[in-house]
């Protein structure tokens, strides 16, 4: 591994050799070191030097690339083509196409992956954060969408690594804004129950009766299909899910999101009792049930997810039962089963989460509550220890 310094004209270039490959080639990289600095005159013989020491240094450590002019666009798109859409689901990627369009490329799009450094993607940041802080009119964005935008922006970089295009991953580097989390919404037991009492002769009854007992995400429970539910075995298999646009998805959220839920007799009682008046009103109706799904609307169609939150949002004020969200139904469940003692790994293990880790961060409400009860429990056991140990010792005391 060697290197010299080469003038040709009134430009400066440094030339890089290497071991021979494979097959006994020379390996031989030359470099304009006037186009490598992005100067706009001719480069100096000092500036050559230290630009050969500085490549010669990259080769040693393993981290030099070939120079190249692939932008960040460029490289956002090979990520995209070859790890997002492969990998990532329908909505996530709607997501991340705006950010991309509106946002990345807009700002740092145009420079050479090569040359981007970490003030680029930190004063990204900032700025966009700034618009907001300043006129939320303008449209700022909040720290959890920043977030969102650095996993594009990470994730391209990652791949650019692999591919030898870039040296590092300079977004490791950048500080990130913090997320101020909220307290979680969820209902009470008697709120629960409350609803479920008044939605009680509603068609989708069974649909919130089970989003309450299962913790199934609404794309989950809208993509469910008859065929998903084990009678004998009385779980249901969580295999497919509806979008946003209300399509069916083949692919769920994530790996550990295809998951089998065990079912109460109660929850199969539900289900049994909703499928025999589902296949009364289709047949009624002239209609058929095309995707196999446990929910459909009144026209026998999937079921619109933003037809279901506004019928939410109407019957929880007619029950007068706090307002949350849908997917605050999932929270409530979690809740409630820590609340009782199920321990957090079958907890997890029915949300779908991929770590245990994540359930615990997630409802560390309840975990304040739940350290209190085995506290008492605990005074109570010992307690009981004591005073079976003293009994003991007074028994066994002789008298003068």
């Not at 560390?364 to 005074?379: G, R």
């Amino acid at each position: 591994m060697r290197g010299h310094v080469r003038k040709k004209g009134n430009n400066y270039y440094i030339v890089l050799e290497r071991d021979r490959d494979s097959e006994g080639k020379r390996q031989q990289t030359t470099i304009s070191v006037r186009k490598e600095l992005g100067l706009n005159k001719p480069a100096t013989k000092a500036q050559a030097e230290a630009l050969l020491v500085a490549k010669l240094s990259e080769l040693q450590r393993g981290i030099f690339v070939e120079p190249n002019d692939v932008t960040m666009a460029e490289l956002i798109e090979h990520w995209w083509e070859n790890y997002a859409e492969t990998s990532l689901a329908d909505d996530t990627l709607t997501a991340r196409r705006s950010y991309i369009s509106n946002h990345i490329n807009p700002a740092i799009g145009h420079i050479p992956a090569t040359k981007l450094r970490s003030q680029h993607i930190q004063k990204m940041y900032t700025a966009k954060l700034k618009r907001g802080r300043a006129d939320n009119k303008e449209g700022g964005l909040s720290p959890s969408t920043i977030h969102d935008i650095h996993k594009v922006v990470r994730g391209a970089l990652a791949l650019g690594v692999e591919w030898e295009i870039v040296p590092r991953n300079v977004a490791d580097s950048v500080k990130l804004p913090k997320i101020e989390t909220s307290e979680m919404k969820v209902w009470s037991d008697e709120e629960a129950k409350r609803f479920l009492a008044h939605i009680r002769e509603h068609r989708l009854y069974p649909l919130y009766y089970l989003a309450i007992t299962t913790g199934m995400r609404r794309g989950e429970m809208l993509g469910l299909r008859w065929q998903d539910i084990n009678w004998e075995q009385r779980t249901l298999s969580i295999r497919q899910r509806l979008t946003s646009k209300a399509k069916v998805a083949k692919r769920t959220k994530s790996k550990t999101s295809k998951r089998s839920i065990s079912l109460s007799p109660s929850e199969l009682a539900v289900l049994r009792n909703h499928r025999k008046k589902q296949l009364t009103d289709l047949m009624s109706l002239g209609l058929r049930n095309e995707h196999d799904l446990v929910f459909l609307s009144e026209a026998g169609t999937p079921i619109n997810p933003r037809n279901l939150l506004r019928h939410f949002k109407n019957e929880s004020e007619k029950a007068k039962v706090p307002i949350i969200t849908i997917h605050a139904l999932r929270h409530t469940c979690a809740t409630l089963m820590l609340l009782r003692g199920v321990h957090a790994k079958i907890v997890s293990e029915r949300l779908g989460h991929s770590r245990v880790s994540i359930t615990l961060d997630l409802y560390s409400h309840v975990l304040p509550n739940m350290q209190m009860e085995a506290a008492l429990a605990l005074e109570s056991l010992l307690g009981e220890i004591t005073s079976s140990a003293e009994g003991g010792k007074r028994e066994g005391t002789s008298q003068p």
